[in-house]
Nanobody, 124 residues
Framework: QVQLVESGGGLVQAGGSLRLSCAAS????????MGWFRQAPGKEREFAAA????????IYADSVKGRCTISRDNGLNTVYLQMNSLKPEDTAVYYC?????????????????WGRGTQVTVSS
């Protein structure tokens, strides 16, 4: 069964850092690209970052580029999102997802399975 479980969210002051983790079932992580998305209250879910299976290709949304780093450890079946210099506008539920087809893409519709999300709240 495909399963993705996010963790690492919380409440942090502006300028602080958080590292999100996404633990995947072995089958999920082995086959595809992984992405992080976020959804703020009243807004649509949006792309944040994605990484290829090998980790050699990464892409970022302009809103997080330079402040966030996506990485993965296939041995642990885990994907990470290191977030630095957090801003109140980063407040959202953060979701990880897998694209078993392997393409590193910003399109939500390309991702097959999703976790339930972890809340990130940045206070000003």
């Amino acid at each position: 069964q495909v399963q993705l479980v996010e963790s690492g969210g919380g409440l942090v002051q502006a300028g602080g850092s958080l590292r999100l983790s996404c633990a995947a079932s072995a089958r999920t992580c082995r086959s595809g690209a992984m992405g992080w998305f976020r959804q703020a209250p009243g807004k649509e879910r949006e792309f944040a970052a994605a990484i290829s299976w090998s980790g050699g290709t990464t892409i970022y949304a302009d809103s997080v580029k330079g402040r966030c780093t996506i990485s993965r450890d296939n041995g642990l079946n885990t994907v990470y999102l290191q977030m630095n210099s957090l801003k109140p506008e980063d407040t959202a539920v953060y979701y990880c997802a897998t694209n078993r087809g392997g393409a590193v893409t910003r399109q939500l519709s390309h991702y097959d399975y999703w976790g339930r999300g972890t809340q990130v709240t940045v206070s000003s």
